[in-house]
């Protein structure tokens, strides 16, 4: 498979009053295509900023990063936006749902800054829908959904523009541990079947497990590079549908 992703001695430094702090400190990484990674490490070791960066959301104080190719660290906020728009799917912790939106519009919000061929986009959402398990509820407002039923429809929504890489940040944190196996689940199926590139940050070794790869920060740097795992209840050995909904 090739490099999705390489970056070369990545830094972050920021500035707080008189106080700096070195977020990231150097880091050289790789992510091939088709790969499910998951970086963990402890609040404060560079973990979220190092998502930040990959996602185009930030820009690095130093280093190089290319994403398929294409050194993204000096690009301008257009270009940039647009990285994201066409490749990058985002899942966070907080859902970060509009809450007077049913679902079905919650996961057509990012085609409204989609450039391009005209699609049928209530089509497409609804297929999305149905490939995390919500077929039947996209007139559902937010608040009439679970929390994994949310967290569920904050997917879909990060797939609507079918994007090669889905960057997770902490996707579990306010679910019990069956709901976030359901969660991780989808993300192995997503993996799997579709061939999206997974980066999932996590604290949990638990979540982890579901990943190929494990790299652990602290301080800033990378501490440990664990490759080529055996994923925890791999989805492919699991017959359960995707589609089953839990209430």
């Not at 920021?14 to 070195?22: A, D, K």
């Not at 049913?102 to 209530?122: C, F, H, M, T, W």
């Not at 497409?124 to 608040?143: F, I, W």
Request: aromatic share 4%; proline share 4%.
């Amino acid at each position: 498979m090739p490099e999705l992703i390489e970056t070369s001695e990545l830094t972050k430094t920021y500035s707080l009053g008189e106080v700096t702090v070195n977020a990231l400190c150097g880091v050289t990484l790789t992510v091939k295509r088709g790969s499910f990674v998951a970086i963990m490490g402890e609040s404060g070791s560079g973990k979220s900023t190092l998502m930040n960066l990959l996602g185009c959301l930030d820009r690095p104080t130093s280093g190089r990063y290319w994403l398929d190719g294409t050194a993204v660290e000096g690009l301008d906020r257009d270009r940039l936006a647009e990285i994201r728009n066409q490749k990058i799917g985002f899942v966070f912790q907080n859902f970060n749902l509009l809450p007077r939106m049913s679902a079905k519009e919650n996961v057509q919000l990012p085609l409204l800054y989609r450039d391009g061929e005209p699609i049928d986009d209530e089509e497409r959402a609804l297929r999305v829908l149905a490939l995390v398990g919500l077929a039947g509820r996209e007139d559902s407002l937010p608040t009439q959904l679970s929390g994994g039923q949310q967290q569920r429809l904050a997917i879909a929504r990060a797939l609507i523009n079918e994007p090669e890489i889905l960057l997770a940040d902490e996707p579990t944190g306010q679910l019990d541990s069956h709901t976030s196996a359901e969660i991780m689940h989808i993300f192995q199926r997503l993996n799997q079947t579709e061939g999206i590139t997974v980066i999932v940050v996590t604290h949990s070794e638990e979540v982890a497990r579901f990943a190929h790869r494990i790299i652990t920060f602290r301080d800033g740097r990378i501490e440990g590079d664990r490759r080529d795992l055996a994923p925890f209840a791999d989805a492919a050995e699991t017959r359960a549908p995707l589609v089953e909904v839990s209430p």
